[in-house]
C-alpha cells in the first residue's frame, strides 16, 4: 500500500529540484504557504483543482518529516 510521502516527487529538472506533488508543478512549498495564508483545505482544492486531500496530506506530512529529519530529501 503506497504511503502519502509517495505523492511527493523530486526531479532536479522540474521547479528547480523542489519537492511537489505527483509530478505536477505544484509545489509543496505553494500548499503550505496557502495553510499559512488561512486558507482551508477546503479552499484550496477549490483553488487548485488537480489536487486531492490526500495531497495535501501529504504536503504536511512531508514537511513535518523534513522539520524532524533536515536530510530529507536533500
Known amino acids: 500500500m503506497a504511503t502519502?510521502?509517495?505523492r511527493i516527487s523530486i526531479d532536479p529538472d522540474q521547479c528547480g529540484g523542489r519537492?511537489?506533488?505527483r509530478g505536477m508543478r505544484i509545489r509543496v512549498i505553494d500548499i503550505l504557504d496557502l495553510f499559512a495564508a488561512g486558507l482551508s483545505a477546503e479552499q484550496i482544492l477549490e483553488e487548485m483543482p488537480d489536487?486531492?486531500?490526500?495531497?495535501?496530506?501529504?504536503?504536511?506530512?512531508?514537511?513535518?518529516r523534513k522539520l524532524d529529519h533536515p536530510v530529507?530529501?536533500?
Not at 52 to 64: K, R, T
Request: glycine share 0%; aromatic share 4%; proline share 0%.
Open 19 to 21: 519537492a511537489c506533488i
Open 4 to 6: 502519502l510521502l509517495d
Open 51 to 64: 489536487l486531492d486531500a490526500e495531497d495535501l496530506q501529504a504536503a504536511l506530512q512531508y514537511a513535518a
Open 72 to 74: 530529507l530529501a536533500a
